[in-house]
């Protein structure tokens, strides 16, 4: 069967999900003037040194040479001023944000939607069209400094995309394993048991990072575990913990009808094992050798090497197998081995994700729960209730 052509039109609308980041830390970086509570005159303040210095200084390794004067904080944190949710002042300043950034786009052509009922909504849709006239494109527009800027003044993160039908009836939803459905690192696990914690968590931060080749980075890490009992992964799963709302989402997309998948750089045994618990559909992952007496593992690998392309691949193979347009695929991942699959899901999204996967990600979220995936569709907090009844 013919794969389901993915459709190459340009959006002529834009919807923009805004989240209020109420689950972290606001303005993390306090100006000195502006602390977050009052000092007194018996408080113990650091002495000042190099290493006290907060981000943002001068470039400098000579105290003598530092500023007396603190440096200009960045933009003022408006949210504490007008309301730590998505308050009416914040969609103003939303919209007179997008006229800015927007050539030809005016204020009475935005609408917005609230996800939440309630005066504290922190989940907003806004509407725009994205004139002929406009050279901006979805990828300049995700990026763009006022937006940025915007997002930082009022402690939100604005999430584009292309608002089309697709964007609310996806089909399937694949995910990354580990930091994704599950807060380890599985191989930095198994390495803690023997003590080489260290090094192993070493190579796969460079890796997740892209500073790294992945499939090296992997065999490397692999031949460290030599020795390891056949037993190990039972002897994990009781430790393995689901990133919250993990199971709540997958309930809701298969109530939806969605086909789910776990498409992981981790190894089989605890890849089948949670998709058994979550009721996945797909699972796949890489394959350690065991010693041929099944006592032990030997530190390599065996069959394909499951890296970003094959994650990529395997999305592909899935959307032909089921007859799902790209265009209904909803992919998560953390890491930069996920970009691929990020990039060519209709909606690929970096959640919690390192920082240069962040840059690159289509769409990013750091909400304390997964389930907030389902505002990315669309779907109101109301509606989510009823989904897992």
């Given at each position: ?6 459709l190459d ?8 999900t ?30 000042a ?27 003022n ?21 997008l ?10 052509m ?58 609310r ?56 575990l ?15 913990t689901l ?14 009808g ?31 050798v ?11 690998l ?16 899935i ?28 909606l ?13 990600a ?28």
């Amino acid at each position: 069967m013919p794969h389901p052509p993915s459709l190459d039109v340009s959006p002529t609308h834009i919807t923009a999900t805004l989240f209020y980041k109420s689950d972290t830390p606001s303005h993390f970086f306090p100006h000195p003037d502006n602390p977050v509570s009052p000092r007194s005159p018996l408080d113990n303040l650091p002495e000042a040194s190099l290493e006290a210095l907060k981000d943002g200084v001068a470039p400098t390794e000579n105290m003598s040479e530092y500023p007396l004067e603190p440096p200009t904080p960045g933009p003022n944190p408006l949210d504490h001023l007008y309301g730590s949710y998505i308050s009416q002042s914040c969609l103003t300043d939303f919209f007179v944000t997008l006229t800015t950034v927007v050539t030809g786009l005016m204020d009475d052509m935005i609408t917005s939607r609230r996800l939440q009922s309630g005066k504290l909504c922190s989940v907003v849709e806004v509407t725009f069209p994205l004139p002929i006239s406009s050279a901006l494109t979805l990828e300049l527009l995700r990026r763009h400094e006022g937006v940025s800027r915007f997002e930082r003044e009022w402690h939100v993160e604005a999430v584009f995309q292309a608002d089309t039908i697709y964007r609310r009836y996806k089909r399937l939803a694949v995910f990354d394993m580990d930091s994704t459905l599950i807060q380890q690192e599985v191989i930095d696990e198994i390495a803690a048991l023997i003590g080489v914690q260290n090094e192993v968590s070493a190579i796969t931060a460079a890796a997740m990072n892209g500073e790294l080749d992945f499939e090296a980075s992997l065999r490397a890490r692999c031949a460290l575990l030599k020795g390891v009992p056949s037993g190990v992964f039972d002897m994990l799963k009781p430790s393995i913990t689901l990133n919250e709302g993990v199971k709540d989402l997958i309930r809701a997309l298969k109530r939806l009808g969605y086909k789910t998948a776990v498409l992981s750089g981790g190894f089989t045994p605890l890849t089948g094992w949670m998709g058994e618990q979550l009721g996945l559909d797909y699972d796949f992952a890489n394959h350690l050798v065991v010693s041929d007496d099944g006592l032990t593992l030997t530190g390599e690998l065996t069959g394909e090497i499951v890296h970003a392309e094959r994650k990529k691949q395997h999305v592909l193979e899935i959307a032909e197998k089921e007859g799902i347009l790209l265009e209904q695929v909803l992919a998560v991942g953390d890491g930069a081995n996920d970009l691929p699959m990020l990039n060519v899901a209709g909606l690929g999204v970096a959640f919690h994700a390192k920082p240069m996967v962040q840059m690159q990600a289509p769409a990013r979220l750091n909400a304390k729960s997964m389930l907030d995936v389902l505002y990315l569709l669309g779907i109101t907090r109301e509606e989510q209730e009823v989904l897992l009844r």
